[in-house]
């Protein structure tokens, strides 16, 4: 049982997790988020499940997570707030609330995998999926889905990159409320940080990025293009390095070679 009282007192944010929804079961906490029903309006909501019946990964993939053993849930960012940012910088800094969390909360050493994958030895411990939805031209709201592997310790199925837990690699149980608490109250920050030096913040995310320089893989729909993982540009899109030109990156799954 997930204890509000314990997440409450962590939580130091203004905004984000201010308004928190939890619910034993529910679709995708993106969906959720996503579909603008009322009580989900509020800029900074949080919604937490603790099963997911169709849990969404990136690229149309599903997310699996056992009952009531890890994190699962969402963020919304509504007009007021995301006007003055950039989705994609948005979407980094959410890896990176993630992945200061785990080193801050456990001294783990974490690396981060273009757009937003969070690593330990190569291993994936959390997977982020930002969606947004439209009005217009103009973008409405901004979800900021998370799924982080706390405390289960099997995993079934196919996975592109081999997945971790922070028991696998502790040996100890992983109190939820406590690192929900700092994540949220980190990316709050990183959000704050990016309205007025983004430069920053994607500097602290290429810090994490142990694949900058390195010779990738990337996978995009059914095309595979092998290069250099020369940078990120300053909208958060990947620049690879063949031959003679650099090409830009905007999705994509990367592996190394
Ligand atoms: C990925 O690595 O492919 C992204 C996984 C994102 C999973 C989270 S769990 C909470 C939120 N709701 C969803 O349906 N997906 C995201």
Avoid at 84 to 105: D, F, G, M, Q
Avoid at 141 to 161: K, M, Y
Avoid at 218 to 225: G, H, L, R
Avoid at 230 to 256: M, T, Y
Wanted: charge should be negative; aromatic fraction near 8%.
């Amino acid at each position: 049982m997930f204890d509000l009282e314990i997440f409450d007192m962590k939580l130091e944010t203004e905004v984000i997790g201010r308004n928190f929804i939890y619910c034993d079961e529910i679709g995708s906490t993106n969906s959720e988020l996503l579909a603008g029903k009322q009580q989900y309006k509020k800029t900074g909501t949080v919604l937490l499940a603790e099963k997911q019946l169709a849990g969404k990964g990136r690229k149309d993939r599903t997310w699996h997570s056992a009952k009531g053993l890890n994190l699962t849930f969402s963020v919304l960012l509504t007009k007021d707030l995301i006007t003055k940012l950039n989705v994609n910088h948005i979407n980094l800094a959410a890896s990176l609330a993630v992945a200061t969390a785990i080193e801050n909360l456990y001294q783990l050493k974490t690396e981060l995998k273009w757009p937003n994958d969070v690593l330990i030895d190569k291993k994936k411990v959390a997977g982020i999926l930002t969606e947004t939805s439209i009005r217009g031209s103009k973008i409405e709201r901004v979800v900021i889905g998370i799924g982080i592997n706390l405390n289960q310790i099997a995993f079934h199925g196919e996975f592109n990159f081999p997945p971790t837990s922070l028991k696998i690699e502790l040996k100890d149980d992983i109190d939820r409320e406590n690192m929900l608490a700092e994540i949220l109250n980190n990316f709050e920050e990183l959000l704050l940080d990016l309205e007025s030096k983004p430069k920053a913040i994607l500097n602290e995310w290429r810090n994490k990025c142990q694949m900058i320089g390195d010779k990738i893989t990337i996978t995009e729909n059914d095309k595979v293009k092998t290069g250099i993982f020369h940078d990120i540009d300053d909208d958060g899109f990947l620049l690879l390095k063949r031959a003679d030109s650099i090409e830009k990156i905007h999705f994509g799954d990367v592996s190394f070679v």
